[in-house]
Nanobody
Framework: QVQLVESGGGLVQPGGSLRLSCAVT????????MGWYRQAPGKQRDLVAT???????SYAGSVKGRFTISRDNANNTVYLQMNSLKPEDTAVYFC???????????????WGQGTQVTISA
């Protein structure tokens, strides 16, 4: 069974930094694009950043210049380094990956369980 296991959330003061990690485990044949979304209370889930198989990143305008997405293909892991954090970055952050399972044609979108990030003084 394929799982996305997240870690690294927490409480930090404005201006601080956090690093999120997400490891994909299970019978994975291939991982395509990976990324991070976030959902604040009462709001829809929004895209934060994605990274292609070759490592090309894309960012939402609100985080560009402050967040950096990266991936380790050897360990099926994606990271989100978050700097200069603001109170409006407070949300549950979800890892996402488009994967192909061993022995099964086609791809499937997978989600992590979410990790809380709170920015507060």
């Amino acid at each position: 069974q394929v799982q996305l296991v997240e870690s690294g959330g927490g409480l930090v003061q404005p201006g601080g930094s956090l690093r999120l990690s997400c490891a994909v485990t299970g019978s994975i044949f291939r991982i395509y694009t990976m990324g991070w979304y976030r959902q604040a209370p009462g709001k829809q889930r929004d895209l934060v950043a994605t990274i292609s198989t070759l490592g090309n990143p894309s960012y939402a305008g609100s985080v560009k210049g402050r967040f950096t997405i990266s991936r380790d293909n050897a360990n099926n892991t994606v990271y989100l380094q978050m700097n200069s954090l603001k109170p409006e970055d407070t949300a549950v952050y979800f890892c996402w990956a488009r994967t192909q399972t061993t022995g099964i044609a086609g791809s499937t979108d997978r989600w992590g369980q979410g990790t809380q990030v709170t920015i507060s003084a």
